[in-house]
């Protein structure tokens, strides 16, 4: 789901821009902003049609839901990082809908990549042959946005990444609504 609004998390990228100057990163574009449920990758138009339907299926009876977002992190390799994102502070039913969706389309033979599930934004990606310097160990003790923002989400997305040189389009396949 893309992140409305999106002004406080982009004050908080360029501030870390700023802060982590020092390091390579491939940023995220501020309109690209989401938060994923589920990473499908290459699929067929068949499977996309029958992923539709068990995600319609799966999600019908879900209210909608709010979340608020974190200080960063890292998803790291040793002591290399590799993605630098925001947190996501959100109620079970996040978990919960996430839970039926990882179920519904295990069904097609997908299943998650994700050992525990970490709900995030994602900044940017870390060039690799880097370390976790101080100046990194500093900005991952930022709290959460001050002012705190409340993010209401009513509708899921499923969509199509497509990939450019300037970074990944997104288009919107289906829109599921939330009770």
């Known amino acids: 789901m893309p992140l409305e609004p999106v002004e406080p998390a982009a004050e908080k990228t360029i501030w870390l ?8 990163i491939k940023w995220t574009r501020v309109e690209n902003f989401h938060l994923t449920l589920f990473f499908f990758g290459e699929t067929s138009l068949r499977q996309i049609l029958v ?9 019908k009876n879900y209210p909608a839901f709010s979340f ?3 200080g960063p992190g890292v998803f790291k390799k040793g002591r290399e990082p590799r993605v630098l994102w925001l947190g996501i ?3 079970d039913q996040l978990f919960e809908i996430k839970k039926a969706i990882d179920t519904a389309v295990a069904i097609s033979g997908f299943t998650s990549d ?8 994602t900044l940017g ?14 900005a991952l ?5 001050t002012p705190p923002v409340e993010y ?28």
Request: charged share 25%.
């Open 68 to 70: 608020s977002l974190n």
């Open 89 to 91: 502070k959100a109620s």
């Open 114 to 121: 994700d050992k525990i599930y970490r709900p995030h934004l």
């Open 152 to 179: 209401y989400v009513s509708k899921l997305i499923l969509f199509e990444s497509i990939l450019f040189p300037g970074g990944p389009k997104y288009l919107p396949i289906e829109v599921f609504e939330l009770g």
């Open 125 to 138: 990606r870390f060039f690799p042959g880097q370390e976790i310097s101080s100046v990194l160990d500093s």
């Open 141 to 145: 003790k930022e709290g959460p946005l």
């Open 17 to 24: 821009q700023k802060l982590l100057g020092s390091y390579r």
């Open 51 to 59: 992923l539709q339907e068990l995600l319609r299926s799966a999600l």
